[in-house]
């Protein structure tokens, strides 16, 4: 199961920053320079900070299941006040809280 994770994570990733490079020539052509001229893939810093925008942008496990483990009150943005039981399923979009 590990291992089909991480290949449909890591396939999902490169898929998504090759579109956003295809999508964005200045961006491809900065992080093609960089690798020219890049000697130690530490040196990728422009690189890793594309790939990571990636991942925000689009994230391979679009939802994260949590459940609560104590009494909580969530506040929203319009002050509304969300009360969420001890032992409640709680499920964060990512993908929609990034966009």
């Not at 990636?54 to 104590?70: D, E, H, N, Q, W």
């Amino acid at each position: 199961m590990i291992v089909i994770a991480g290949h449909e994570t890591t396939s999902s990733l490169m898929t998504w920053t090759l579109y956003n490079l295809a999508s964005h020539a200045d961006i491809y052509h900065r992080c093609q320079s960089e690798v020219d001229s890049a000697t130690t893939f530490s040196s990728l810093q422009y690189v890793e900070m594309v790939l990571k925008e990636s991942l925000r942008l689009y994230p391979p496990i679009p939802l994260l299941p949590r459940t609560a483990v104590k009494d909580n009150i969530l506040i929203t943005v319009d002050g509304n006040r969300i009360h969420v039981k001890q032992g409640t399923e709680v499920a964060v979009n990512l993908y929609t809280l990034h966009q």
